[in-house]
């Protein structure tokens, strides 16, 4: 990553000032700021780094993680006490920063999530269709074939969320309105755990509350 872009989404400009001064700090950055999550989903380009200071966190960062291309980017949540820590967190925010900022605690808490944003880059999924094997970055993964099938699925999907229904009629082949959700969320959780870092926060398949799944990760086909 050349130029880290780092995205701030705030209403008070003072905050904003003092964060961009926190991190001059950091090797190479761009800074954008607005001041409503809607206007995020309207940038040109998606942001390495998010970070969130708006009242009601925890609903801010489940509305960010819906937009298009902001499942993967990771969240720093400006929060004002504990109780807010653990509601965003399971909001899906990657990390949390206690007001009032602290100017070298909020830049090693960026530097920390753009450590882990390289680490990330390495991941690419290889699917191989007629031989039905999965490998990720260069390991093999031991699928069971219908574990295969939901991945491949979503592979063939890409940007796009399927549902419960979705994946039961298209892997499983129920008739529509049939079949039990748990069967899919059963089969995503053993997926997530043979390919994902942290099965717990995953970023290669990821989902949206009432959307559904998608795969996040680079990956090619053939």
């Known amino acids: 990553m050349n130029v880290a872009n780092i995205l701030i989404i705030s209403r008070d400009q003072t905050l904003g000032e003092n964060i961009s001064r926190a991190l001059e700090s950091l090797p190479s950055h ?38 298009p291309g902001f499942n993967r980017v990771p969240i720093l ?11 965003a967190l399971d909001a899906g925010g990657d990390d949390c920063v206690r007001k009032p900022i602290i100017a070298r605690e909020l830049a090693a808490r960026v530097r920390a999530l753009l450590r882990r944003i390289n680490r990330d880059d390495g991941i690419t999924l290889f699917l191989e269709v007629t031989s039905r094997q999965a490998r990720l970055v260069g390991k093999p993964l031991d699928l069971t074939p ?3 099938d939901l991945l491949d699925m979503l592979c063939q999907n890409p940007g796009v969320y399927l549902n419960a229904s979705d994946l039961l009629q298209k892997v499983w082949s ?10 899919v969320r059963n089969h995503i959780r053993n997926l997530r ?23 996040s990760a680079d990956f090619v086909r053939k």
């Open 174 to 183: 129920y008739p529509p309105g049939t079949g039990d959700p748990a069967l």
């Open 77 to 87: 949540c400006l929060v004002g006490g504990s109780h807010e820590v653990v509601t």
């Open 30 to 67: 761009h800074l954008t700021t607005v001041n409503e999550v809607d206007h995020a989903g309207r940038l040109p380009l998606r942001p390495d780094i998010t970070i969130l200071d708006l009242n009601n966190s925890a609903v801010a960062c489940q509305k960010l993680r819906n937009l």
């Open 146 to 148: 219908t574990e295969f």
């Open 193 to 215: 755990r043979k390919i994902e870092r942290d099965p717990e926060r995953p970023r290669i398949i990821t989902s949206a509350h009432g959307r559904g799944y998608t795969i």
